[in-house]
């Protein structure tokens, strides 16, 4: 009987995952240590200095081992963003007093969408056990979370393709929901179909109208092509699934398709190669943020039609220097020609600069509104 002579290298490896695994977990206790100082001196959690330089410097060790620049920079980058996650957690436990064990999650579709994957990170940043609610509409989600049948609601708001999801941007006028929360998570889009499938075989394939939009130019390389439009991602997987045929495919992401034994005959082939949607989380009461953590606070106002009005709110947030990350309008319903505005800006609600901001904002504005006040996603080191 011959051994493998790999046999002897791959126990080595794996020895040395083990002792990797091992140093990672101290890292984090670690971390954990630094919260608790930080907390009791009232340092914040990032320093983005610091992790820039920590960066270059292992990068310059790294030479020494012959290691990749990009390697070392997208795996500490991913530690990084590990141990801030965790401080910011440990950090808003303390603050708000509620440390969650388990905790019921809506969002859009069937297991295997893009919005399932979002929420099921947002609940390993935040509790230890997820319990599933798939939604058939964004109306659902709002109303699941509203009636308190589930603790959060996970929804895309925007994506950097194609832009804002209007219809959440609508059903956020009519809500007493707050958005407790964000996530940006990148898409690959991949075309699915069953196994042993060849790409020139299909003339059908199902999606939610959002990928289809944000894969525009890779489409008008199949104009025989059927597009037909589905709930979500996950439905539309789920269908190319039930169908069982060589003909149809679906658009969506590789780990759900992996769910409805689909393969991947292209992937990556978005307008924009960074293909990101962010997400927003929902719940029925606002949080506290710590002001030791980077804070965005989402407002809803509306203005009068005089000439200028927009302007003269925009410059009340430039007087007290806050930053505006999204400007978005949206008709009013009911109201032909009336319209709101949905702000993104940087800073703690409860700042003073926020407050002051508000408050003269209030006189001004015909409506304002506070959509909720939560810790910014952009935590990812940069060099």
Not at 10 to 35: F, G, Q, Y
Not at 164 to 181: M, P
Not at 218 to 225: D, G, I, K, M, R
Not at 288 to 294: A, Y
Request: hydrophobic share 40%; with cysteine.
């Amino acid at each position: 009987m011959t051994v493998n002579p790999l046999l002897p290298l791959r126990d080595k490896i794996t020895e040395l995952d083990k002792s990797l695994l091992a140093i990672l977990a101290k890292r984090r206790e670690l971390a954990t240590e630094v919260i608790h100082t930080k907390i009791a001196a009232n340092i914040p959690v990032r320093d983005v200095e610091r992790e820039r330089s920590l960066i270059k410097t292992l990068i310059n060790q790294g030479q020494e081992y012959h290691l990749d620049e990009l390697f070392i920079k997208r795996l500490y980058q991913i530690i990084i963003e590990d141990s801030v996650l965790l401080q910011q957690k440990i950090l808003q436990e303390k603050l708000n007093q509620d440390t969650i064990i388990s905790a019921k999650v809506a969002f859009l579709g069937p297991k295997g969408s893009y919005s399932h994957s979002a929420a099921r990170r947002y609940a390993s940043n935040h509790f230890e056990q997820m319990i599933e609610s798939g939604c058939a509409t964004f109306k659902d989600i709002f109303e699941q979370v509203e009636k308190g049948l589930v603790n959060y609601g996970v929804l895309p708001i925007e994506n950097s393709s194609s832009g804002s999801i209007n219809e959440v941007y609508d059903l956020l006028q009519k809500t007493n929901l707050h958005i407790i929360g964000e996530l940006s998570l990148p898409i690959d889009h991949c075309i699915l179909a069953i196994p042993n499938t060849q790409l020139d075989q299909i003339n059908t394939v199902y999606s939610h109208p959002q990928p289809f939009q944000q894969c525009s130019h890779f489409l008008e390389n199949f104009p025989h092509w059927k597009i037909v439009y589905c709930d979500s991602t996950s439905s539309a997987m789920e269908k190319v699934a039930k169908l069982n045929s060589p003909n149809v495919a679906a658009m969506g992401n590789k780990d759900g398709g992996e769910l409805y034994g689909l393969q991947v005959l292209e992937h990556n082939f978005a307008n924009q190669k960074e293909n990101i949607t962010r997400f927003i989380i929902l719940a029925r009461k606002p949080i506290d943020v710590s002001d030791q953590i980077p804070a965005k606070t989402t407002i809803l106002m509306k203005t009068g039609q005089q000439a200028g009005a927009l302007v003269d709110a925009l410059l009340v947030l430039r007087e007290h220097n806050i930053v505006m990350t999204k400007l978005e309008s949206r008709p009013i319903h009911g109201n032909p020609w009336e319209e709101m505005f949905y702000i993104d800006l940087q800073g703690n609600i409860n700042s003073y600069e926020m407050q002051t901001a508000l408050k003269q904002l209030s006189t001004i504005t015909l409506f304002s509104k506070v959509l909720g006040c939560y810790p910014s996603d952009s935590i990812t080191a940069v060099i």
